[in-house]
């Protein structure tokens, strides 16, 4: 087994213990009325642009988004924005436009050395959906910058709801030698609900988990519990764009 994998077998195991011991939240500024205007800015060009099978309103938020003076929080946002552009391309199957978008995300994010448990979500994150596009030399070192981040995001706060997110996909793209298995994968996601759940927190992330535990079920023939997770889902994000696949394949 090479050496990048027990790196991440050994931080998927840390990852379990922590999920174990939960520590008092961190408070961040993501559920400022700044940083939610933001969130609603960009999500709302997300969503327009996928109704409208064009980029373009992305592409116009992301110049103000973009142009937005420097500080830790509007910094976060531009590596968000990257985020979902490069999401909408992904689900768009541009994977030249996608990857350009990843490495723009990582490098606005890995430009300052902060201490913040969002930021190193959103880079775990954002390794995780980069790990699609790469080969097998270049797969385990992306992997281990995955965990590094999902780890530590875990470490300074272990019940922010996106660190979960990040651990889940850890372990949803780790190779078959190294995974803790589909039930880690779910617990990690469903704790992430929860969490969005009880702190009524209104930043990102959330849908995502949604997003990833109905694709786990329904991969795994289990419809109907994909079918009663969609229905949740849809309570909370009655108009997320995300789950347009999912209702015509639970119709």
């Not at 994010?109 to 959906?129: K, P, R």
């Not at 997110?165 to 190294?178: I, K, W």
């Amino acid at each position: 087994m090479k050496l990048q994998y027990l790196i991440i077998l050994l931080v998927l195991t840390l990852l379990s213990c922590a999920n174990n011991d939960r520590k008092t939240s961190v408070v961040t500024n993501l559920n400022s009325e700044k940083s939610l205007q933001s969130l609603q800015l960009i999500d709302s060009a997300f969503s327009g642009s996928m109704m409208a099978k064009s980029d373009s309103l992305l592409v116009t938020v992301g110049d103000a988004v973009l142009r937005t003076p420097e500080d830790p929080d509007s910094k976060y946002w531009k590596g968000y924005y990257y985020y979902k552009h490069a999401l909408y391309f992904f689900l768009k199957k541009n994977n030249d436009e996608t990857l350009v978008l990843i490495n723009k995300g990582i490098q606005t994010l890995e430009a300052d050395n902060l201490v913040n448990t969002d930021y190193y979500a959103l880079l775990s994150i954002l390794y995780g959906l980069k790990i699609n596009f790469t080969d097998m030399i270049e797969t385990p070192l992306i992997a281990e910058k995955m965990a590094h981040y999902a780890e530590v995001s875990l470490a300074i706060d272990s019940v922010n709801p996106r660190a979960y997110l990040a651990a889940a996909m850890l372990n949803y793209y780790a190779p078959p030698s190294v995974s803790k298995g589909l039930q880690f994968t779910i617990d990690n996601l469903t704790s992430a609900i929860t969490l969005v759940e009880e702190q009524k927190d209104f930043s990102w992330g959330g849908n995502l988990a949604y997003f990833y535990l109905i694709n786990l079920y329904l991969s795994t023939g289990k419809k109907d519990l994909a079918k009663e997770w969609l229905t949740r889902a849809l309570k909370q994000y009655p108009n997320e764009k995300l789950f347009d696949d999912f209702r015509r394949k639970l119709a």
